[in-house]
Structure formats: structure tokens, C-alpha cells
């Protein structure tokens, strides 16, 4: 089975993604991790970030062990993945690796911004999850004031606000909605609240489909 969860950042589709495959016994990714990889690797190598080809050179020859490299998950690794998703070449490199990822038996569940629509369109369930910006922002704050980053809401605001308008305006995959996604809004729910309810989706979206 495939799930595909797709969102902007800091809805909560990553803690999401991590608790539906423990729940089901699914390997799990987190795409996002796969172009903070690639731009950490651009850089690593004195390369620019909107080199092209440097962008795919490292997408091809990225090992999946490495995504646990803790930097990947700071602010200015965020941002420097969302210029190097703006690359056809990486995000074609990358999508032979995903599609292999999400074949898993017997199961897998990604999470990223173009799942439902570009990597896995066929996937069984898909879940577009969503929250306003403010909460989003607020999350995100807490998450690096607890990491000790000295950050201000203002500025995180800001940044999920541009990184919200690039996902959303790029040429290549950009991020939105399937047609057949089901919408999750975690604005007002806490991760237990929205793991219920996204159990409950795809528990009844089994169910139709036999």
C-alpha cells in the first residue's frame, strides 16, 4: 500500500507521516529531507545552489543513510532546499529513488509537497494537510526557540510565507492539492487529534475501495 501525504511547512504532515507508518507497520520517508540533502551536498562541494547540473550530480549519488544528519533539520537547510526543488534536473533524479521508496511491501508512506501528484499518483491514499499560517508559524517558532535558535514568530512567519508562495508558484511540480487527496486541517487539532482523524480517513477510504 502507498500513502502519499503532501502539505506546506509545518502542518504537521511529517510527525503525521512517522505515526501513520508505525501504526501500520510502513517504512516511511520524508522527501523533504531528500533536497536538504542534495543542497547540503551542492554546497559541501562549493558549488552554487542554482547550478543545475551540480544539483542533479548530487541527487544521483545521494545515499538515503545520510538523512539523519541532524543539520538537515535547521532553518537554513529548509531554505536551501526549496531553491534546489525549483530544479527539474534534481527533482527527476530524485523521483526514480522516491517511486522505488513507495513500492515497499507492504507498505510505505511519503511525505513531501508533490507526492500525491507528481511521485506516487497512484498511491491508494492520499492526505493534503493543512493549517493556517499563523499556527503553522507558531509551531515552527516554539519547535527552534525549544532548539535554542534565536529566531523571532515574525521571522518565521515570513519565511513559511515565501516558502509557501515558491511551492506553490514553481514550474515544476508544484505544491497543491490532488484531485483525489483527501484534506486534513490540523489547525485546530493537536498530533493526537490529527492521527485519529487521519487513521479514520484512510481506515474509511480502505473500506470503499475493498
Not at 522527501?31 to 543545475?52: S, W
Request: with cysteine; glycine share 8%; charged share 30%.
Amino acid at each position: 500500500m502507498m500513502i502519499a501525504i503532501d502539505g506546506p511547512a509545518a502542518s504537521g504532515k511529517g510527525t503525521l507521516a512517522k505515526r501513520i507508518a508505525d501504526h501500520f507497520g510502513f517504512a516511511c520517508l520524508d522527501t523533504g529531507l531528500l533536497y536538504r540533502a542534495v543542497a547540503r551536498d551542492v554546497a559541501a562541494r562549493g558549488e552554487a545552489l542554482e547550478d543545475e547540473a551540480a544539483g542533479a550530480r548530487a541527487a544521483e549519488t545521494l545515499e538515503l543513510a545520510t538523512l539523519d544528519d541532524p543539520e538537515l533539520r535547521s532553518p537554513s537547510a529548509g531554505e536551501a532546499a526549496s531553491v534546489v526543488a525549483k530544479l527539474p534536473a534534481v527533482r527527476k533524479a530524485l523521483l526514480d529513488l522516491q517511486r522505488t521508496f513507495a513500492a515497499r511491501e507492504p507498505g510505505a508512506v511519503l511525505d513531501g509537497r508533490d507526492i500525491g501528484t507528481v511521485v506516487c499518483p497512484d498511491a491508494d491514499i492520499k492526505i493534503f494537510v493543512t493549517a493556517d499560517l499563523g499556527v503553522r508559524a507558531g509551531r515552527r517558532y516554539e519547535e527552534l526557540r525549544r532548539r535554542g535558535d534565536p529566531v523571532t514568530l515574525a521571522e518565521v512567519t515570513e519565511v513559511l510565507r515565501l516558502r509557501d508562495e515558491r511551492d506553490r508558484s514553481r514550474a515544476e511540480a508544484p505544491m497543491r492539492p490532488a484531485d483525489d487527496a483527501i484534506l486534513l486541517d490540523t489547525t485546530d487539532l493537536d498530533i493526537e487529534a490529527a492521527f485519529d482523524a487521519a487513521v479514520g480517513l484512510i481506515m474509511r477510504r480502505i473500506a470503499r475501495q475493498g
